[in-house]
């Protein structure tokens, strides 16, 4: 049996239904799953060991975005849960080899091979399902010569979960730079920004990509023209006549990456410091303070 668990988010059956080419392959009963909004599992991948054993392994490789929807892979290789693939006299699939190392590529999502297979005669796939189903044929064929019923088409179902992104499209930046690991580590439930001025505008840019669940905003002050200039990205003139409260500027603008920002468009005093201690992290980027008693 493959090493993954049968889970997948909401966000995964949602992308494998708006993608035809991932829906075709479960439509025709491969078992698929997106895993950390960007990685495509399928299993179980009928294989021959060295022991000319039939195991089922996992086949992964990272999706390719442009915004939401999926597109043609970019690259020709894929990664391998289990051990290295034989043929059915258990000699090694050489034709495919690239390495054989445990990544972890996402928390808790190891894989122990990397394979290589170009398509023939064209410099890459057309979508993900020829890229899968050309590697199951050249790993699978194998196990269907030892055991007739080694079957990829499993038809499986895979339970839901409730478990939700922060993110409107998936972030293939860090794995991109294979940081997903480090990327983790900042999934802290609530993060609070007092002040959106010079300072606190950049925080919050920054704090905006990582995969903090909630991001709370605090200022009084109105979005002005001089505030143009000390933030990032670029404010239209119809903003600026608008004069809008500087939290809801910025939760606008991030709300096209992004969901879970909340603008509170007041400042943080005595009667409501207390607010700050329902959040998980708070960043304090004002100017100027209430003098000390």
Known sequence: MSRWSRRCDSMSHQLIARSPDLAKLRAEGYGVEVRAGKYLLVYPVPYVTSTKAVENGTLICELTFAGVNVIAPTNHVMYFVGEYPCD??????????????????????????????????????????EKVTVYISKIATHARNLDGSAEAKTFRVVETTDEESPFRYPDTASSRAEIDSISAKLEKGSVGIVGIGGTGAYVL?????????????????????????????????????????????????????????????????????????????????????APEN
């Open 205 to 289: 840019d920054l704090v905006a990509k990582t995969p903090v669940k909630e991001i709370h905003l605090f200022d009084g002050d109105t979005f002005s023209q001089h505030n143009a200039f000390r933030s990032p990205g670029a404010a239209t003139v119809q903003e600026l006549n608008d004069r809008p409260k500087k939290v809801a500027y910025f939760a606008n603008k991030y709300a096209a990456m992004r969901y879970r920002l909340f603008a509170h468009d007041y400042f943080i005093g005595d009667p409501n410091v207390s607010e700050l201690l329902a959040l998980d992290f708070v960043f304090i980027c004002i100017d100027r303070g």
């Open 88 to 129: 059915s006299n258990g000699n090694r699939l050489e034709k495919i080899f690239n390495a054989s190392s445990r990544i972890e590529l996402s928390p808790g999502l190891f894989v122990d091979h990397t394979l290589s297979a170009k398509p023939v005669g064209r410099g890459g796939y057309v979508d993900f399902y």
